[in-house]
Nanobody
Framework: QVQVVESGGGSVQPGGSLRLSCVAS????????LGWYRQALGKQRELVAT???????NYADYVKGRFSISRDNPKSAIYLQRNNLQPEETAVYYC?????????????WGQGTRVTDSS
């Protein structure tokens, strides 16, 4: 029942800024844990960052200090910001919405938004 849509991908010049958005339908957004993942060509999908329902953030070691995750509950939106994008960071970025209890979890994924390098 939850629809997740990413946007903001496209061709980014090396060293340019990346700002991805994700909007989720439904009334569970404010109590959901959110995350950004990415998958580069020839690699497995990897975690970029997460932010829980209280606003606590967590970043993968290899992106700390580079990416910034934030959320806007009234807009049911999650953002991923990266200044000075590097070529190796081009990938398909996915938004994840997770909610539920310790006994049962629910998760929805977007279709992804592709970030390419316009060298």
């Amino acid at each position: 029942q939850v629809q997740v849509v990413e946007s903001g991908g496209g061709s980014v010049q090396p060293g340019g800024s990346l700002r991805l958005s994700c909007v989720a339908s439904g009334d569970i957004f404010s109590i959901s844990d959110l995350g950004w993942y990415r998958q580069a060509l020839g690699k497995q999908r990897e975690l970029v960052a997460t932010i829980d329902s209280r606003g606590n953030t967590n970043y993968a070691d290899y992106v700390k200090g580079r990416f910034s995750i934030s959320r806007d509950n009234p807009k049911s939106a999650i953002y991923l910001q990266r200044n000075n994008l590097q070529p190796e960071e081009t990938a398909v970025y996915y938004c994840s919405i997770n909610w539920g209890t310790v006994y049962r979890r629910y998760n929805s994924w977007g279709q992804g938004t592709r970030v390419t390098d316009s060298s």
